[in-house]
C-alpha cells in the first residue's frame, strides 16, 4: 500500500512563512493524487483546508496556498498566525485507495 | 451547511462488532459519497472505506476483510461495521463528506477492552 510521508514537525514564527510537504512512496505526487490538506486542532475533528492540489475551501484563510511542486505536494502557510498552531494531514489518492500522510506538528514560536 | 453526526456503542469488547452510523443533516447525502475516518489516541488519521447512496463501496485494503458499510436512504445514514475488534481498533471514528472530505462529523470514541 502507498505510504504518504509529511515532515513530523516544523516550528516557525508568527507572522513567518512556512511550506509542509506531502510525497508519495508510489512516485511524484500529481493532479491525478488530488491532494488534499487538513488542520486539526487538538480535541476536534480535522478542517478541510486544500483540494485538489491548489484549491480552497470557502473558509480557507487566504493566507494558505497549495501547489505541486518537485514531485510533491505542498502546503504554505504565510504571515503565519498563533491560531495556525496545529497538526497538518494531508491526503492523496492512490490505487483507488484514499491515503492519509502521518502528519505534521507545526509549533509557532 | 450540512451537519454529520455519528452515533454508537462507545465501549466494546475484543472479538465483537463496531457498529457506527452517521446521520447527514440535508439531501446533499444523494449527491456525494461517504467516507469513515479513525483516529487512534494520538495517532494519525486512517481512512477506512467510502460508500455511495447507492451502496456501491470502496474500503482500505488492510481492513477490508473486517469492514462493511450500508446506507440507509431514507434516515439519510451511513453504517459502518467492522468486525472481530481489538485493542487496536480504539480510536476516534469519524463520518466525512465526499471526495474532497469538506464537512466532518464530531466524532465518536470507540473503545476496545476486556
Known amino acids: 500500500q502507498t505510504l504518504v510521508t509529511q515532515e513530523p514537525s516544523m516550528t516557525v514564527s508568527p507572522g513567518g512563512t512556512v511550506t509542509l510537504t506531502c510525497a508519495s512512496s508510489?512516485?511524484?505526487?500529481?493532479?491525478?493524487?488530488?491532494p488534499n490538506w487538513f488542520q486539526q486542532k487538538p480535541g476536534q475533528p480535522p478542517r478541510a483546508l486544500i483540494y485538489?492540489?491548489?484549491k480552497k475551501h470557502s473558509w480557507t484563510p487566504a493566507r494558505f496556498s497549495g501547489s505541486l511542486l518537485g514531485g510533491k505536494a505542498t502546503l504554505t502557510l504565510s504571515d503565519v498566525q498563533p491560531e495556525d498552531e496545529a497538526e497538518y494531514y494531508c491526503?492523496?489518492?492512490?490505487?483507488?485507495?484514499?491515503?492519509f500522510g502521518g502528519g505534521t506538528k507545526l509549533t509557532v514560536l | 451547511q450540512v451537519q454529520l453526526r455519528e452515533s454508537g456503542p462507545g465501549l466494546l469488547k475484543p472479538s465483537e462488532t463496531l457498529s457506527l452510523m452517521c446521520t447527514v443533516s440535508?439531501?446533499?447525502?444523494?449527491?456525494?459519497?461517504w467516507n469513515w475516518v479513525r483516529q487512534s489516541p494520538g495517532k494519525g488519521l486512517e481512512w477506512i472505506g467510502y460508500?455511495?447512496?447507492?451502496?456501491?463501496?470502496n474500503y482500505n485494503p488492510s481492513l477490508k476483510s473486517r469492514v462493511t458499510m450500508s446506507v440507509d436512504t431514507s434516515e439519510k445514514q451511513i453504517s459502518l461495521h467492522l468486525k472481530s475488534v481489538t485493542a487496536a481498533d480504539t480510536a476516534v471514528y469519524y463520518c466525512?463528506?465526499?471526495?474532497?472530505?469538506?464537512?466532518w462529523g464530531q466524532g465518536a470514541l470507540v473503545t476496545v477492552s476486556s
Open positions: 466525512a463528506r465526499g471526495m474532497y472530505f469538506d464537512y
Open positions: 460508500i455511495y447512496y447507492s451502496g456501491a463501496a
Open positions: 491526503l492523496l489518492y492512490s490505487g483507488g485507495s484514499q491515503v
Open positions: 485538489s492540489a491548489t
Open positions: 440535508d439531501n446533499s447525502f444523494v449527491s456525494f459519497y
Open positions: 508510489t512516485g511524484a505526487v500529481t493532479s491525478s493524487s488530488y
